[in-house]
């Protein structure tokens, strides 16, 4: 079926410090997303994107977060600067139209800030 | 305060048995569930998804939804290995983000 890839699979970083986490969403969709897991708590939404711009975002996605997709490569999620909460394993998705439409899901990054 | 409450946290099925899964919604701006499957380390992939009363069937899954009380159910039968795995419920509310529960952690003992 289709596929959804996440680069790096795991990243550690120090506090303070920029991470940008790739996601290459399946080839024809056009509706992206992140979500955030803490251990052992729930996926929880943090922002979609859809034609080059943010739709909407949660109160989780913070000011220091931003997302973008130049050129139709991947979908990026960048956290400038990092904090010990942002520790957590981020999930992207994508979809072919936005509403009810089935969202993919990528395998995960394990973000660790020290 | 959980919009989507899973349950049970976790669950032990013997091979070939039957695993029953619940979910609730408490928000009742949500119209359509999700079910998902997600193995450990994988990406949650899904099953089934239902937004009208009644009860819908894919070979061994069965989900059901009762709409007045925001509850929906995943039922496996003849319960394999393979189905040892983390299974989220999500919940939409109006085409807009996805809300998911803590999901529950099914185990078939061969």
Known sequence: ?114 | QQKVQQSPESLIVPEGGMASLNCTSSDRNVDYFWWYRQHSGKSPKMLMSIFSNGEKEEGRFTVHLNKASLHTSLHIRDSQPSDSALYLCAAYQGGRALIFGTGTTVSVSP
Request: glycine letters at 8%.
């Open chain 1, 1 to 114: 079926g289709p596929k959804v890839l996440q680069i790096p699979s795991h990243q550690i970083i120090d506090m303070g410090q920029m991470v940008t986490l790739n996601c290459d969403p399946v080839s024809n969709h056009l509706y992206f997303y992140w979500y955030k897991q803490i251990l052992g708590q729930q996926m929880e939404f943090l922002v979609n994107f859809y034609n080059g711009k943010v739709m909407e975002k949660s109160k989780l996605f913070k000011d220091q977060f931003s997302v973008e997709r130049p050129d139709g490569s991947y979908f990026t999620l960048k956290i400038q600067p990092t904090a010990l909460e942002d520790s957590a394993v981020y999930f992207c998705a994508s979809s072919l139209t936005g509403g009810y439409a089935e969202q993919f899901f990528g395998p995960g990054t394990r973000l660790t800030v020290l």
